[in-house]
């Protein structure tokens, strides 16, 4: 079973925009997905088709193999697909912290107990426990990230997708969210992110998807990103990390290696 499956998907907006064109894509499940392409060229529209914040116009997208998405299996996708929106303000709406984030386990009609543990082990996870009793408007950009992503954990979802979700995070919690991701790798989620970070995704991505105009330029290994013609096509850049200390016995080789690499300069960030 797939993690995602698209045929022939089309989306224009409604001033005409086309914003996908007939693209298809196939994600095994497990993976850490990384969706990459210029500005504009479609990663946050097909993201949203997702979780059924956007119904296909035309074509079919599946997730987790269960269901189509369309409006009858709406609420029952956004249990299996998370989504970390990348302006968080746009999905949170409580009075606090801690009301926002038991609000998806509160609409499955959990009882309060497990609403509560779900709660409190999201919120640990996303590391904003002393948050709690706080309004999320009164909150900085990157703490009402991490709300938002405590939200998503606490319905834990199988397949979680992630719009940007580096940016506006400082270096330290950049850290922490990578290594959270890497922990809920390892408890069987898929993770599909996008990112304008070439070298993040380098290092991180076991699945490398680029678009342009609307449709799939290339997919597969992350190896994928140190060809010069393609990245120039899908206007990206080759990763620093693919050609960093080229030519000396500390150039990384491999995708695991940049990983590494990126570890490292990460764990010096933190202890600064
Ligand atoms: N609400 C909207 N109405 C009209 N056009 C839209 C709307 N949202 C997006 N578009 C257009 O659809 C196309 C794809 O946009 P989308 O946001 O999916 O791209 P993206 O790859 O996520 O871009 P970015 O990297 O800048 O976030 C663009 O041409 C964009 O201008």
């Known amino acids: 079973m797939k993690a995602v499956e698209i045929r022939n998907l089309n989306y224009s907006y409604s001033d005409g925009t086309k914003a996908l064109n007939n693209l298809s894509l196939s994600i095994p ?5 990384a969706l990459l392409g210029a500005n504009g060229s479609g990663k946050t529209t097909l993201l949203q088709h997702l979780n059924g ?22 609420l029952k996708i956004r249990q299996l697909a998370g989504m970390l929106f990348d302006t968080p303000e ?10 926002d984030v038991a609000f998806g386990p509160r609409n499955l009609e959990l009882d309060e107990q497990t609403v509560n543990s779900r709660v409190r082990r999201a919120m640990e996870l996303a590391g904003i426990t002393d948050l709690a009793d706080k309004p999320p408007y009164n909150l900085s950009l990157g703490q009402k990230k991490r709300v938002a992503i405590a939200g998503v954990l606490a319905m834990e979802p199988e397949l979680l997708i992630f719009d940007e979700p580096f940016s506006g995070l400082d270096p330290r919690f950049a850290a922490q969210l990578m290594d959270l991701l890497e922990k809920l790798f390892h408890q069987k989620c898929t993770i599909i992110i996008t990112t304008h970070d070439v ?24 190896e994928l990103l140190q060809d010069k013609d393609l990245m ?25 290696e940049a990983n590494q690499l ?9 202890v600064l």
């Open 232 to 256: 120039t096509e899908a206007s990206l850049n080759v990763p620093m990390l693919a050609t960093a200390f080229s030519g000396t016995d500390m150039a990384p080789r491999t995708p695991a």
């Open 53 to 74: 914040l956007l119904l296909p116009q035309d074509g079919s997208v599946t997730v987790m193999g269960y269901y189509p998405v369309d409006k009858k299996h709406v």
């Open 199 to 222: 070298d993040m995704a380098y290092a991180w991505a076991d699945h490398v998807i680029i678009l342009s105009k609307g449709q799939v330029l290339a997919e597969g290994t992350a």
């Open 262 to 270: 990126l570890r490292f300069a990460q764990r010096k960030t933190k």
């Open 29 to 33: 499940r497990y993976r850490r997905v």
């Open 90 to 99: 746009d999905q949170l709406f409580s009075t606090t912290v801690a009301e």
